[in-house]
């Protein structure tokens, strides 16, 4: 059988040294400095009142419970479930009880809403504007080039994302283009912010992003400004009374005796 020749492109050296250590440079500094400006626009988050934290422990209470239900028996989880979910109907845990039942408040007339979305604002223009430069610098002066070629095989399915800017359809999908490797360090210099600037960092924009499509992985983003607290408790609720209990201890005995 004959073998597949190694595909071979004679490229100028000063390419490595001229694209792709820039292109690196580039994204690290403007990681960093995006960090720093993200902590200077921050704005100092206000103190929560005691009734709005009672109101977001709770829900997150009988969400806890939900998850560690197995840890309990079955008394000392009924006792929990009842106790929440007599709370959750009557309305004991909402901040403003007199207000229930009624439409939630318009978040644009809210202040503290309007500050967040401001907050959320620029923490986007951060993100845009540096992307914007950087693709329009890379595709005036380093479009087109093929900067390098990964040392181990890969599928066709990595061509269209490791040679975009680079119309060829019989190039090796290893070769790397000045665009594709924009796109892994962006995608890719994670661990090197961590390094540099900590775990609590804002220089990942692709990170940056998902937590603000996610905002109610934190905890506290699970009321947002005009949402209803009291369908929140009673959903969950809901949730808690059709949770089919079971327990790890159940038939413990037998398990650790074996049956005879």
Known sequence: MAEDMDQTIHRDPALFYWILFPITIVMVLT???RHYANTLLATTPKKLSLPTIQEQRSLLRGINLRTNAPQLSGPAFNARKNYLVQGYKDGIFLQDPENRGKAPANPIT???AMEGMMGMMKGNM???IPQTVIMGWINAFFAG??????????TI???????SGVATRDLDVRWVSSLSWYFLNLFGLQSVFIF???NDNAANQVAQQMSQMNPGASGTGMFQPGQDSDKLFQNEAENLEVLEHWCI???V???LLGTR
């Open 110 to 112: 809210d202040p503290a």
């Open 145 to 154: 080039f093929v900067i390098m070629k990964l040392p181990f095989p890969l």
């Open 196 to 198: 540099i600037l900590g």
């Open 126 to 128: 951060m993100m845009m």
């Open 249 to 251: 201890l159940d038939g």
């Open 157 to 163: 399915r990595f061509k269209s994302m490791l040679q």
């Open 31 to 33: 990681g960093v400095l």
């Open 253 to 255: 005995e037998k398990r």
